[in-house]
């Protein structure tokens, strides 16, 4: 699954939170139980019970249940530590980083078609807890105080533990966002089938160019030879696969003619485009047709030709409903066109549909100029 996160990562990172948070409430028992703050002491023993349980529904992918469960604790696990110790202990700032928390993990939810909890009303809790916190305060002294140097290290290490996880969550979250952008684009320019550019993508493009004289540009239209034949006989499963293993094949063979970057027609990269170097953009011009656009390269005709054999002597093994290999020869017609000062796309893009038409009135299974 290419995902930054998934299923099982999402399990792991609530796992690792969920063990963090339970080393934490077993340390604030120890601290407690020592300077005799005894109801959190024994809130902290049901805090331990509660994130034990909670290894149990991260496994079962209870998420919800997960979520909201940890978001009650902590916020009436600070409400009820500052009515008893106060201010100087610094829990108040969990606060923070649990809203964060909690706008991650709808997020993440969404992002994993995963049922949810709605942010908003449930962050709501928090505030309202502080307020309450600074009322009952301001009319009621705490009934326990906790040694200045412990309350001094209780600063520091919340600090630590909310911005750990306010950083990490808005980190992922971020990436996150970036991935989706990437997949969004990448389906909006690209076949799906065959992972090859989409012809809007690539028209948008073509309709761009505009070289300077040391720029050299090229198409190339290649056409699967009796494709309907081989539709209507194997059928259009076996059409998408031959589509998918020749998308496969130009691959293969844009790398291996050392093209390794795609064409960019924008006026700030075309000085860098200039010369010999080349560049292939590889598109599903529709249907079975696949259109190839060059910038640079030495001996065209040869490298396509190249490509033509490699389908020709290619064995396509389709399997098929019942079960059985069919071994299917499959060739290519290819019409190659130069660009020339003045054209515009469509003239220079017919040209080469022109040639390709040419080939296959002529035999089929050949690269014509």
Known sequence: MD?????????????????AFLLIHILMFVIFYHYGVTPMAYFNIGSIIFYICMFGAVRKEMFQTYVIGIYLEVNLHMFFVIIFTGWNSGFQITLIGMSVLLFYSEYLSKYLKKPYVPS???????????????????????RYALPSNISFWFEIFWAIVVFTISNSALYIFVNLGIKAEKNLEKKADH??????LNRYYLSDFLSNINPSENEYYWAAI???????????????????YILIEISNLLFSWRRECGAYSEIDFSNDIKKDQAGEELRLSISRWGGEEILVIG???????????????????????YNNDQGESEHINVTV??????????MTALQWIDIADSNLYSGKENGKNKVVF
Not at 295 to 317: A, P, Q, T, Y
Not at 333 to 342: L, N, P, Q, R, S
Request: aromatic share 10%; net charge neutral; glycine share 10%.
């Open 295 to 317: 910038s640079g390269g030495k001996d065209i005709i040869g490298m396509l030709d190249l490509l033509r054999k490699k389908i020709e002597e290619k064995d396509f093994v």
């Open 333 to 342: 017609t290819i019409g190659f066109a130069e660009y020339k000062t003045g």
């Open 120 to 142: 908003f009303p449930l962050c709501l809790l928090g505030p309202v807890i502080y307020i309450l916190s600074c009322i009952w305060l301001h009319y009621n002294s705490p």
């Open 222 to 240: 290649m056409d699967i030879d009796d494709f309907k034949k081989i539709n209507d006989t194997y059928g259009h499963n076996c059409g998408d």
């Open 3 to 19: 995902k930054i996160m998934n299923v099982a990562k999402t399990k792991k990172l609530a796992s690792v939170v969920v063990a």
């Open 191 to 196: 076949d799906q089938l065959t992972g090859l």
